[in-house]
């Protein structure tokens, strides 16, 4: 298991332990690929009613593409950084509807409090 | 376990997307044009046209039409290797760090905020002229009308935008059009348009301040997560001449009144009021402020959406303060940060309003872009957006794109006149402002460390 599986697997798992979060995007279904520009190293989950219920297949296409180092995905991740710091400054670059990367902002800001 | 790549990276789905799908390439030429076609614009080629007169205007229009043109060459390379909604502080922060990212930045957008507290005052003056309100009132209904909407988390759609954009460039047009039909039949055609040669250097005031016409085409590089590289680098060169077009005509119809702007009761005069007026009466001139409400308001819209969440972002990272980095969980809108961006458009309105600081807020935004284009010159040609074949020819003359763009922004503030002072006080305030936001993201970037919440 290399480390973004691992740092991807501890953010589900801290995702699911927040019910009410978790509840609040019971109509949210999205699939979303996090991609490490340095290593090429890829990996993806499948969000249906709020939860995660796939990370073991890669699919062919998704909803949302996240690009950047595997630095900055292990700091965001392990809740070292606040994505939106990387974001603004070019070093992470999302592709996809809006809607998709709102929320997903919208949890982080409720895992991490700024 | 999660899914490792030994297999092909994963493409965005193309089809039906949530919310607001793919926009196409006629939406975004008019998201492009119309963020840019702003009421303000007519002021300012009023202002244009008071400096240097008839097709010399004209010529200042074309001339920084096309620095626009290769300006959105230079755009488009920043956007393809670096392809993010931030934009241009995105770009700037790879090239020469995040300091330069907000100090290069940050004012454009606030002198953009300043605009649009001038916009609200020529709504209102629209408004004044549709029903029997006082101006200032018709401003403040279009800034809280607007906010409300955004608070409810409703954009206008892209087609809704394309409408209000062809409605004010083919309604502008065809009184322009019309005020010039007028003067030809008057005889008056060559005296308005061949006016005297207004030397060196009002034509290259000119042309600086007509950049400030074009201000926000390069926005459109914000749409790159949704429409892709090569439909936002088209639709870019695509709203440049559309600009172009639009602003020569209209340039060429403010040269045709005869209205006497000092005999106006207007706190300012609105040209395109005015040229309605001497077109074709009292129904062109309602039909011309409702088109012209319309297209402010589809542009405000999603102007301070786009800002408030500018701000959500910064305060996120302590750069602005902590209450404004909140999201509403139901409508996904940053609610505090637009609150208080709705209170500053107010405040700024009120400034404009009340120190009558029109021509400074052109100016000062003319020059604040003028800047901001330079810089994008400089840093296309550093890391990361420098190519290694590039060749000293090309890197020589994009620096020197970069240094003519300053000097235009020099001669718009020597040429500002009796609002030189006023100019030169708010590009102050703004870069100092900037210059302590830049201050306070460097301090908070390096201990910008985040703690998980505990569950429950």
């Known amino acids: ?114 | 376990m999660p899914t490792l790549s030994n297999k092909p990276t994963p493409v965005l789905r193309q089809t039906a997307t949530a919310g607001e799908g793919k926009p196409s390439d006629n939406a975004l030429l008019a998201s492009g044009s119309g963020t840019a076609m702003a009421s303000v614009c007519a002021v300012g080629l009023f202002q244009i046209e008071q400096l240097v007169g008839g097709l010399w205007a004209v010529g200042a229009v074309l001339l920084a039409g096309m620095l626009c043109l290769v300006l959105s060459r230079v755009f488009s390379r920043l956007m393809y290797v670096v392809p993010t909604g931030a934009g241009l502080i995105a770009y700037v922060s790879r090239a020469l760090g995040k300091r330069h990212g907000v100090v290069a930045v940050a004012p454009y957008l606030m002198l953009m905020l300043f605009l649009v507290g001038f916009e609200a005052l020529i709504v209102g003056e629209l408004f004044a002229r549709l029903f029997t309100v006082p101006s200032y009132i018709g401003a403040l209904i279009f800034l809280i009308g607007t906010w409300a909407i955004c608070q409810a988390g409703l954009r206008i759609g892209y087609q809704a935008q394309a409408i209000a954009t062809a409605g004010l460039f083919f309604s502008l047009i065809g009184i322009s059009l019309l005020a010039l039909f007028a003067a030809g039949e008057r005889g008056e055609l060559q005296s308005v348009l061949l006016k005297s040669d207004p030397g060196v250097f009002e034509f290259a005031a000119a042309v600086g301040q007509a950049l400030f016409l074009f201000m926000g085409f390069e926005l459109l590089t914000s749409h790159v997560e949704l429409a892709g590289k090569e439909s936002i680098k088209k639709a870019m060169s695509g709203s440049v001449w559309i600009l172009i077009v639009f602003y020569s005509i209209v340039a060429m119809g403010i040269s045709c009144l005869v209205i006497d702007p000092s005999g106006s009761k207007q706190a300012f005069f609105v040209p395109q009021l005015a040229i309605a007026e001497q077109a074709g009466g009292t129904l062109t001139v309602a039909f011309i402020a409702v088109v012209c409400i319309l297209a402010s308001f589809s542009s405000f819209n999603g102007a301070l959406l786009a800002m408030s969440r500018l701000t959500y972002a910064l305060a996120s990272q302590g750069v602005l303060p902590k209450h404004l980095a909140q999201l509403d969980p139901r409508t996904l809108t940053a609610r505090s940060a637009l609150n208080t961006l709705l209170i500053l458009a107010v405040l700024l309105t009120s400034i404009i309003y009340l120190f009558a600081m029109y021509e400074a807020a052109i100016f000062a935004a003319a020059i604040a872009a003028a800047l901001v284009y330079a810089m994008a010159c400089f840093i296309r040609e550093r890391q990361p957006f420098l190519e290694e074949k590039r060749s000293v020819i090309r890197r020589l003359a994009g620096i020197t794109l970069a240094m003519g763009l300053v000097g235009l922004a020099a001669g718009v503030l020597l040429d500002a006149r009796e609002a030189t002072l006023e100019t030169a006080l708010l590009l102050i305030a703004t870069y100092g402002f900037a210059l302590l936001a830049a201050i306070r993201a460097g301090k908070k970037s390096s201990d910008n460390k985040m703690v998980p919440k505990t569950a429950g």
């Open chain 1, 1 to 114: 298991m290399t480390r973004l599986v691992d740092s991807l697997q501890n953010f589900v798992s801290t995702y699911h332990a927040k019910d009410d979060l978790v509840k609040a995007y019971d109509n949210w279904s999205c699939s979303i690929a996090l991609i490490a520009s340095d290593s090429d190293e890829t990996v993806s989950l499948q969000i249906e009613n709020g939860k995660v219920v796939d990370m073991e297949h890669l699919p062919e296409e998704v909803d949302l593409l996240i690009t950047s180092d595997s630095g900055v995905l292990y700091d965001i991740l392990e809740f070292r950084r606040d994505p939106n710091e990387p974001y603004m400054f070019g070093e992470l670059t999302v592709q996809g509807p809006e809607e998709h990367f709102m929320r997903l902002d919208y949890i982080m800001s409720m895992l991490c409090p700024h």
